[in-house]
T-cell receptor, first 113, second 113 residues
Framework: IAGITQAPTSQILAAGRRMTLRCTQD?????MYWYRQDLGLGLRLIHY???????GKGEVPDGYSVSRANTDDFPLTLASAVPSQTSVYFCASSDQPGLRLQFFGPGTRLTVL | KQEVTQIPAALSVPEGENLVLNCSFT??????LQWFRQDPGKGLTSLLL?????REQTSGRLNASLDKSSGRSTLYIAASQPGDSATYLC????????????FGQGTTLQVKP
């Protein structure tokens, strides 16, 4: 089934540890996005990539990094996790950048202790 | 700064009722508006996308309208069913370049059998 997969489904992490959240899509979409969802704050954009080889900062990029080595994969890395990064992380994609329909993955629930 | 508000935060209706979910935004100079559904512990499913030049979009029992001048969008659900129970999110494209979505905090709908 075509779509977006994310791994892991959930993770408990000690503060200070490094963590990479994986996102893969098989729709050959050019644009990909990472959002975090927090109670009371809704979903906020962390980073985005308009096409393979390019990335950009969203609304809340601090503490996170991304790479886009190819079309399908868009990993999100927390270099040194902090408790405020406890959240549900969603990866999304659209066929082209900009004002296009976005499709979301199932999410990764991350708890930083 | 664009802000998106959804009121009420929660809504409970008996099965079979027609209902309207509201979404308001502070800056009428929007691009597209997208409605999503989120089931508990799951990702987001795109329901409808209304382009800024359109006034409404329909998909099955769902009808979304957009009134940019008043800063409002509504999602009409006809003949509600228990399976419609979920959180409904509206989101506005905040940038034509990045595809950034600005989300409301959602309305959690419960349809009682």
């Amino acid at each position: 089934i075509a779509g977006i997969t994310q791994a892991p489904t959930s993770q408990i992490l000690a503060a200070g540890r490094r963590m990479t959240l994986r996102c893969t899509q098989d729709m050959r979409h050019n644009a990909m996005y990472w959002y975090r969802q927090d109670l009371g704050l809704g979903l906020r954009l962390i980073h985005y990539s308009n096409t393979a080889g390019t990335t950009g900062k969203g609304e809340v990029p601090d503490g996170y990094s991304v790479s886009r080595a190819n079309t399908d994969d868009f990993p999100l890395t927390l270099a040194s996790a902090v408790p405020s990064q406890t959240s549900v992380y969603f990866c999304a994609s659209s066929d082209q950048p900009g004002l296009r329909l976005q499709f979301f993955g199932p999410g990764t629930r991350l708890t930083v202790l | 700064k664009q802000e998106v508000t959804q009121i009420p935060a929660a809504l409970s209706v008996p099965e079979g009722e027609n209902l309207v979910l509201n979404c308001s935004f502070t800056d009428s100079a929007i691009y597209n508006l997208q409605w999503f559904r989120q089931d508990p512990g799951k990702g987001l499913t795109s329901l409808l996308l209304i382009q800024s030049s359109q006034r409404e979009q329909t998909s099955g029992r769902l009808n979304a309208s957009l009134d940019k001048s008043s800063g409002r969008s509504t999602l009409y659900i006809a003949a509600s069913q228990p399976g419609d129970s979920a959180t409904y999110l509206c989101a506005i494209h905040g940038s034509s370049n990045t595809g950034k979505l600005i989300f409301g905090q959602g309305t959690t709908l419960q349809v009682k059998p």
